[in-house]
């Protein structure tokens, strides 16, 4: 069983019907990437996110056109049933777009500004200023999101002309780190001294590089309890754009820090935008904190086991659980949590099986496709022939409706 994770304590803040830190469970964010001016098209891909996990959206509002389109969106969402929280992501003119658009700053759950563009030389405080008061209007909560390709340059000013007043100057990449938590404090404490309640800020510090997210983060978490939104950004494409951020990710919240997380990926062209949130939710599931659908374990293979067999029964159950949850999750509460384990030889088919609810071993190399089948560790039955991924999969099934409570019953 996992070793549960202890959250670091938080000021918990509403966003639509999401709840936010507080000792909630970590929230998984995405963004659109069409142009928000696009309905149909921004619509179609919220929905998207949203059926594949998506709990918060944001989308750009850079232009008054995006600004307008709002509205709409949220109106298409509703009528489909959807009332995901969207996100207004701001920055130069965020301020005359609320303004100028009352009915987008309404619609909005939440709102993202950030300090470094939110304005700039005299402009910039009083630009902050109208936009904290214009979200205390409206009762909604901001994200401060600080990203280090785009400081606040007073800050990073101020902080440079200390540092070189130090008898011995700090580096400037550790300067810069500096800054990034700085600056999201800072205007996290200026947003409150306006009149923004702490428990309607969310703070994040974006940065692309592993190390240095995790000595933000542990800052921001050491010198507050605002609630904070982790991801890396620009963590690239494919396997590498994965390994980063889950890599950042895992640290953090294995500490007990982020109340919620964005896995911003570069699709591959062909790509959907989706796959972040799949991301997100697996790197949940692999640290015990949430599950959204089952965990099929499977061996890489060796020697002992065929090419083929063990391999094709383990995509095969995955597809099937896939199909399968979109009916399960609505039926039988908590059957996100099923593990199902598909062993390729007796080797560790048994002993992993009794960690999973499901379990299945092949005979390995050169045998007849016969395979022993656990319930949690319990030999149950032994399956033959060309049948056999078929009486598994009924046998999942016979799990599932034996030992998750089907709304309206009992187990």
């Known amino acids: 069983m996992p070793v549960p994770v202890r959250r670091r304590p ?7 019907g999401v709840t936010i830190g507080g000792g909630a469970p970590v929230v998984v964010q995405a963004m659109t ?9 921004t619509v179609a891909q919220v929905a998207a996110l949203v059926e594949e996990g998506a709990e918060v959206v944001r989308v750009t509002v ?21 009332t995901v929280p969207l996100v207004g992501d701001f920055h130069f003119n965020g301020l005359r777009l609320l303004s100028e658009v009352p009915e987008c700053a309404q619609a909005l759950a939440k709102w993202r500004i950030n300090p470094g563009n939110v304005g700039f030389g005299s402009r910039r405080d009083a630009q902050f200023t109208g936009l904290v008061e214009l979200a205390c209007r409206y009762e909604k909560p901001i994200r401060i999101g600080v990203n280090w390709g785009s ?35 800072e205007s996290a404490a200026a947003a409150e001294a306006i009149g923004l309640p702490a428990d309607r800020i969310v703070v994040s510090a974006k940065v692309s590089e592993v190390q240095t997210l995790v000595w933000v983060y542990r800052e921001l978490a050491r010198r507050s ?5 982790v991801g890396l950004t620009e963590a690239g ?20 820090i982020g109340d919620t997380i964005r896995v911003s990926l570069t699709p591959a062209p062909g790509e959907p935008r989706t796959q972040e949130v799949r991301v997100a939710w697996q790197v949940l599931q692999a640290l015990g904190l949430r599950s959204r659908s089952p965990v ?16 094709e029964l383990a995509a095969a159950t995955e597809a099937f659980l896939t199909e399968q949850m979109q009916r399960w999750r609505t039926v039988f509460p908590g059957v996100e949590g099923l593990r199902v384990a598909v062993m390729g030889c007796v080797v560790n088919g048994p002993g992993e099986s009794r960690w999973a609810h ?23 039955a032994t399956l033959r022939g060309e049948e056999l991924p078929q009486e598994f999969f009924r046998w999942i099934e016979r799990y599932v409706e034996s030992h998750f409570a089907s709304k309206g019953g009992s187990k």
Not at 10 to 16: D, F
Not at 63 to 71: I, K, N, S, T
Not at 76 to 82: P, S
């Open 33 to 41: 990437d069409t142009p928000t001016a696009d309905v149909s098209a």
């Open 151 to 185: 400081l606040d340059e007073g800050v990073m000013r101020r902080l440079m002309d200390e540092n070189s007043r130090r008898q011995t100057p700090l580096p400037p990449e550790a300067v810069v780190r500096e800054a990034l938590v700085v600056s999201a404090l």
């Open 62 to 82: 850079n232009d008054r056109e995006a600004a307008r389109a709002v509205p709409e969106i949220v109106e298409q969402l509703t009528q489909r049933g959807i």
């Open 358 to 380: 499901v379990g299945i071993s092949l005979p390995g190399r050169g045998e007849s496709p016969s395979a022993a089948v656990f319930f949690e560790g319990k030999h149950v």
């Open 225 to 229: 309890h605002y609630a904070l939104h």
């Open 237 to 256: 494409a494919g396997v590498r754009g994965v390994v980063a951020s889950t890599a950042a990710l895992a640290i953090l919240l294995q500490e007990g």
């Open 296 to 311: 099929v374990t499977a061996c890489p293979g060796c020697g002992r086991t065929s090419s083929g067999l063990f391999r």
């Open 10 to 16: 938080s000021w918990a803040v509403r966003v639509g």
